[in-house]
């Protein structure tokens, strides 16, 4: 996985709450057997009507969040299937941090073995950078070593992520060859039982 | 003794291999349930690390999401048969278990691990797939996971996780004629919200929930990640031990005995606490009916769709009502549909079609709807055909098909229409569930099959012949 110290970009407002994966990404890009090339494919049916024509109502569209790497969302963001291919579509897509006030569990954990940084915001603030970018431009500063967001005007909020799961964002770590250092514990598991 | 323990703290202590201050805890996994969707790019990521997987014995696949359900043997769509093929090369080259397409044992994973034994108290499960609460009905701690997390159970047959707060949801009293556990978990949803459950394991506890069968409680342990928890149970009783005598992978005879009461010393003790604790009245339960585009956006069915004004999240309900083509303050009952769709691992099992089979028997579905029946696995489809069940269904105008997902996700051909309405029996209405454009309305079997003879939404307690 790619370590992430910190990431600045221009913010995408989705003022919408219980996002769930169906929408991320639709069952019908689901049959692939890669874990690349889904961000084509990202919020496709709001992306997109049945001819495949882009929605010009649907504001990802908008030219303005072209460049967008940091999506601000609604509370119980990514509720519903477990599909991994979520996060692979919103990182392949360009979104490298997520702003919520809360996530679903599954997506969640999903998030962070892809390199995908979820965070959790009030969600009065998330809001206000919504009201923000929606008006203007928002670009944020996040700094996962610090726990910080700074906005353009330097005001800075700080953010809660466990102890662990900083540790191996900012270290890429791979899950299995941390376990594999327990390996004799597993082992010992299974001869007792 | 000890303190009292729930449930959930039983299991988890037995499962620790390893834990640390200030990290989630390593837990052992008995049973890896693994289907073609979730599971080729873990695969993959095994081969590209050299590395293989620990426990073929504990590991057990099948295909269901992807699966033609009128003929098996066409499957038009070259990418869903290259993963399903995918799946096949996979289980060979790690000798891993599996009911493919033409095995008597295929069918939907959440429906068939029950059925096989696979799936027996005091366990922890996983799959790639967020209904593996399912398994929580025989008291397993059994939990959704992502793909990433398949690959690791593979090579590892263990997890990281954070131990999980207890939820209790105690369903007082018992739920009234023609009111079903379907009924039950939607109206939990609609009064607790689609995120009380986050980070929870939810127990469902309470005289309702004893009173409930196997299939029961298997569909209300379904919807529990529609609550937001990754998993919920019920503690074990003998309605769980009788269920699971002589199944396949059970242990038989004296070893039976002996598992039955190690399973039942599992339940929660008395006096044991819960982080949280939520009550509802089973009698003020009627039949459900969702409305709009997440299933805590449900009904009765003798109510209406909300009013904006009194909505406390106008913005999303006007958004719901929109895509599913409603208006403000509609009654229910006045909603037409023009699919219906009796089948998913919500209610899919023998019980979920007999009770369907019993409303429609001798009557014809409405010329405005088209209705399918897909049962949960291949032995169901067997034991209802035994039953002459496909007769009652085929007589009345339903189709009658193979095993599999189906329109619960519609990832084969089993597609819903754009604009098109469907009363279904599966767990999700989200925009698009059951095809582009499609709109969902959450319901018991029983109220699918009363909605498929009348083309819209009736009360099946006053439906003719519906309550025994
Ligand atoms: S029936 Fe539906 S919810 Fe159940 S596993 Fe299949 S797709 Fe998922």
Redesign the pocket.
């Known amino acids: 996985m790619e370590a992430i110290e910190s990431h600045k970009g221009s913010a995408y407002p989705l003022d919408r709450s219980n996002v769930d994966t169906d929408q991320i990404i639709p069952k019908q890009f689901l049959k692939r057997i890669e874990r690349t090339g889904f961000g084509q494919f990202l919020f496709y049916h709001w992306r997109f009507d049945d001819d495949g024509k882009m929605r010009e109502t649907f504001s990802l569209n908008d030219n303005k969040y072209k460049e967008a790497s940091i999506l601000l969302a609604g509370e119980n963001f990514g509720c519903g ?1 477990s599909r991994e291919h979520a996060p692979w579509a919103l990182h392949d897509y360009g979104f490298k941090v997520i702003i919520a006030p809360s996530f679903a569990d599954i997506f969640y954990n999903n998030a962070l073995k892809n390199g995908l940084l979820p965070v959790k915001m009030d969600e009065a603030q998330v809001k206000q950078w919504m009201k923000q970018a929606e008006d203007g431009a928002l670009e944020l500063f996040v700094d996962l070593k610090l726990q910080t967001i700074t906005d353009d005007n330097g005001r800075e909020v700080a953010f809660d992520i466990p102890e662990y799961h900083k540790q191996k964002l900012l270290n890429g770590w791979d899950d299995i060859s941390l376990t594999l250092h327990h390996e004799a514990k597993i082992e010992a598991y299974e001869k007792r039982n | 003794m000890g303190k009292p323990e729930t449930i959930v703290e039983k299991i988890w202590n037995k499962h620790v291999v390893h834990a640390e201050e200030g990290k989630p805890d390593l837990l052992y996994i008995d049973l890896h349930l693994v ?1 073609e969707v979730t599971s080729p790019q873990a695969f993959e990521g095994l081969r590209l690390n050299n590395r293989t997987v620990r426990r073929p014995d504990l590991t057990y696949a099948t295909v ?2 992807n699966v033609p359900t009128r003929n098996r043997d066409i499957i038009k769509d070259e990418v869903a048969k290259k993963q399903m093929e995918t799946l096949k090369n996979n289980c060979k080259e790690y000798g891993i278990p599996l009911a493919d397409m033409y095995h008597p044992d295929q069918g ?3 429906v068939i691990g029950p059925q096989l034994g696979l799936t027996q108290p005091g366990k922890t499960i996983v799959c790639g ?3 593996t609460s ?1 398994h929580g009905a025989f008291g397993a701690l059994a939990f959704g996971i992502g793909t990433s997390e398949v690959e690791h159970v593979l090579a590892t047959q263990s997890i990281w996780q954070e131990r999980p707060k207890t939820l209790n949801v105690k369903v007082e009293g018992n739920l009234g004629p023609g009111v079903t556990a379907k009924d039950l978990i939607l109206a939990i949803i609609a009064k607790f919200g689609v995120k009380f459950g986050t980070g929870h394991v939810i127990e469902y506890t309470g005289e309702a929930i004893r009173n409930l069968s196997m299939e029961e409680r298997m569909t209300i342990c ?1 919807m529990s990640i529609e609550a937001g928890a990754r998993a919920g149970l019920i503690s074990p009783d003998e309605t769980t031990v009788e269920f699971l005598k002589e199944r396949e992978y059970v242990p038989k005879g004296d070893a039976f005995n002996e598992a039955a009461a190690a399973w039942l010393d599992l339940a929660t003790d008395e006096g044991a606490v819960y982080d949280k604790t939520v009550t509802i009245q089973a009698a003020e339960i009627e039949p459900q009916v969702s409305w709009g585009t997440n299933p805590g956006m449900c009904v009765p069915v003798n109510a209406a769709t909300p009013s904006l004004e009194e909505a406390e999240n106008a913005e999303d309900v006007k958004r719901a009502l929109e895509y599913m083509g409603l208006e403000e303050n509609q009654p229910i009952s006045s909603i037409e549909i023009d699919h219906v769709f009796i ?4 209610n ?1 099992r023998l019980s979920d079609l007999q009770k369907a089979a019993a409303i429609v028997k001798g009557k014809k579905v409405n010329d405005n709807v088209r209705a399918i029946v897909v049962p ?1 696995s291949f032995s169901i489809k067997l034991q209802a055909e035994k039953e002459g069940l496909d007769q009652v269904f085929k007589e009345a105008g339903f189709e009658w098909r193979e095993a ?3 329109m ?2 519609a ?1 084969n051909d089993d597609v819903v229409p754009p604009g098109g309405r469907c009363a279904s029996t ?3 209405n989200f925009e698009g569930r059951q095809g582009n454009g499609a709109r969902t309305h959450l319901v018991s079997p029983e109220m699918a099959a009363a909605a498929a003879i009348e083309g819209r939404f009736v009360d099946v307690r006053e439906f003719a012949g519906a309550v025994s």
Do not use: K, P
């Not at chain 2, 089948?343 to 919500?346: K, M, N, Q, R, V």
């Open positions: 299937s | 289907h269901d999401h939907i994973v959440h797939d967020s209904h399912t379904n089948g998913s691992c919500t899919s949960g599999g997902c189906s619960c996700l990832m599966s767990n999700r």
